[in-house]
């Protein structure tokens, strides 16, 4: 439970939130688990058994379709454990993709000097929190992301008088994909630099696939990447506290 729902109900009801006034768009659970099946049921959502042994969230999310008798040509993997996404990044995510159909779509969000500077503090002590990206600002096609913060920038001093915000990009782990990407994803060897930089995402760009990248903006709302401790509850509801429901009220 966190601040009265429980997890999977908050992320529910966000991508019941993203999908609204869309039409032919389904929101499913795909667990491996009974007990969640049945809190599925409880709270009214649609859901399918996954084998256990899915060596990844995409594996998952790829069963799942499988087992869909009408397939989706797009399909956006929302993580179990993330109540705080803005139901917009995903919206944006699903408007990007009906504009200009590509392999896959994920969000990012540019950083202020401010927040560079806390990730930058962060990195000393756990160098692999964080993932930057870099793009091409007119299509947004990804050309990389690293755990290394991306650009280097020379001259930084003169780049910080002319605003607030950095050319730092941090990306945000959700992905969507066309259906025959995510049938392609699935079947790839695991590649180099994915298994350096521990991105599942390199492997689409390694093979020479395409990512676009979608700005979002957090406008001044929580963030937090997941829940997945005890003590991860305990910061999820202060930030709900602080910053207030994502979602109000009971319907979605």
């Known amino acids: 439970m966190i601040s009265g729902q429980t997890l999977l109900q908050r992320v529910v009801r966000l ?15 795909a667990t491996d688990n ?6 599925c049921h409880d709270i009214g959502v649609a859901s399918v ?12 999310v790829a069963e799942a379709v499988r087992q869909m008798a009408d397939k989706p040509d797009f399909i956006l993997n929302m993580q179990g454990d993330a109540p705080l996404t803005p139901p917009d990044f995903l919206r944006a995510m699903i408007d990007a993709f009906a504009a200009a ?7 990012v969000t540019q950083l202020t000097w401010e927040q560079l500077d806390k990730l930058r503090a962060d990195k000393l002590m756990t160098p692999f929190s964080g993932t930057t990206a870099v793009f091409d600002e007119k299509t947004g096609n990804a050309f990389w992301f690293s ?17 607030d915000k950095s050319p730092v990009f941090r990306h945000i782990g959700l992905y969507g994909y066309s259906l025959s990407m995510l049938e392609k994803y699935i079947n790839l060897p695991e590649s180099r630099f994915e298994k350096l930089e521990g991105l599942e995402q390199l492997r689409l760009l390694e093979n020479g696939y395409t990512i676009r990248c979608v700005p979002v903006d957090f406008k001044g709302r929580a963030n937090m990447s997941g829940v997945d ?7 999820a509801e202060a930030l709900i506290a602080q910053f207030g429901e994502l979602l109000l009220g009971e319907g979605v």
């Open 15 to 29: 991508a019941q939130a993203a999908a609204t006034g869309l039409s032919n768009v389904s929101v499913i659970v």
């Open 34 to 39: 009974d007990q969640i099946t049945q809190h």
């Open 49 to 60: 058994m996954t084998p256990p042994e899915s060596p990844s969230g995409t594996d998952r």
């Open 101 to 107: 159909p590509c392999d896959a779509v994920t969000p």
């Open 147 to 163: 755990k290394t913060i991306l650009p280097a920038m020379r001259k930084e001093k003169d780049l910080r008088a002319k605003g």
């Open 229 to 235: 401790s005890p003590e991860d509850i305990i910061r």
